[in-house]
Every structure is written in structure tokens, then in C-alpha cells.
């Protein structure tokens, strides 16, 4: 086991139903593996995570500090209910359930990242390793969607909305 390394894939991938293919289902869950230098802050009987807003999450990190509470749920929220679209429909909130893993992520000079876990373990790495793992995360679950069925949205606004503001964050926040 490395302990200079920050780690966080994805184990297994289905949706909230546990099956690989369901069209009516917006958000992505999954097993991950989430490691801060030599602490295992998540693993396969951890938590059934919500991919699609943790690798929403985790995108915004790339841009910004993150300190628990910052966002609408944790970086590996167990659920996402439902995702509110700001007006301009360019980022959306995930809301869910109080259930989830969380960890600092602060920005510093010299383009380095410090992950600290809620246990106190510290890690500091470069910016482009921290972006390397995150990257690779949203990127599975991308190709996630990507495998199954189109999906089929619920007729009213709000779902549809946020669902779409979802989608343009996210993208907005992997091409930078």
C-alpha cells in the first residue's frame, strides 16, 4: 500500500436498483476505493456511494478549497434525491442524505493540493496528480452513462432542469 498517494476509483458501478441499465435512473452509484496517503477512507463494504454527484464534487474541487458542508452533500454522498439548477442552468446542487465520507481539500502555493481526512491524516501532493485521480474518477463515470440506456427524464421542469445544469457543470468543470 502506498502512503504518499491520494487514490479514489471506482470498484463497481449500477444503479440505485443494483442493476448495470436503468433508463429512469439520473444518478450513478457504485463501490469506490478512497485512499488519503496510508488511510483507507473508503472501500467496497464502506458505503454505496452516489458516483455522479461524488465525481460532480470532486470536479469542483479542481477549482476551489472544499471543507465539509461547503457543497449540497459529501465528496462520496451515499445518495443524490434530486439536484436543484441554478437559473442560469450552469450548476446544479445534489442533494441528498446526511450519510456520506467527506475530507478537506485546500489549494496552496507552488500548485500543490493538502488532503486531510476527517481523522486528522494529511496529505499534500501536485495539483496535476490531485487533477490525475479526480479526472479519471469522473471519467468512469462518464463512461458509465455513456454504456447504458439514454435516459428518460421526468416531465417537470425542476428534475429536468437540474438534471441538465448537472450535466453543464460538469462538463464546464472537465474541460477546464
Same mark, same amino acid.
Given at each position: 500500500m502506498q502512503t504518499d498517494t491520494f487514490t479514489i476509483e471506482i470498484l463497481d458501478h449500477h444503479w440505485?436498483?443494483?442493476?448495470? $441499465? $436503468?433508463?429512469? $435512473?439520473?444518478?450513478?452509484h457504485g463501490f469506490v476505493l478512497a485512499q488519503i496517503g496510508s488511510e483507507i477512507i473508503c472501500e467496497k463494504d464502506t458505503l454505496d456511494v452516489c458516483t455522479s454527484a461524488a465525481a460532480s464534487h470532486l470536479l469542483r474541487t479542481l477549482v476551489k478549497d472544499y471543507v465539509p458542508g461547503d457543497f449540497a452533500g459529501q465528496l462520496l454522498p451515499c445518495c443524490g434525491h434530486f439536484m436543484i439548477a441554478s437559473d442560469d442552468l450552469k450548476t446544479a446542487d445534489v442533494c441528498g442524505c446526511p450519510s456520506g465520507i467527506d475530507w478537506n481539500v485546500m489549494h496552496l502555493p507552488g500548485n500543490s493540493v493538502r488532503l486531510t481526512s476527517l481523522s486528522g491524516t494529511e496529505l499534500t501532493i501536485t495539483f496535476e496528480d490531485y487533477k490525475t485521480q479526480v479526472l479519471a474518477f469522473a471519467d468512469g463515470v462518464k463512461a458509465f452513462y455513456d454504456a447504458s440506456s439514454r435516459k428518460i427524464l421526468p416531465n417537470d421542469d425542476f428534475d429536468q432542469n437540474g438534471y441538465i445544469a448537472f450535466w453543464n457543470e460538469w462538463h464546464n468543470l472537465r474541460n477546464k
Open positions: 440505485i436498483n443494483g442493476s448495470k $441499465d $436503468d433508463p429512469a $435512473d439520473l444518478c450513478a
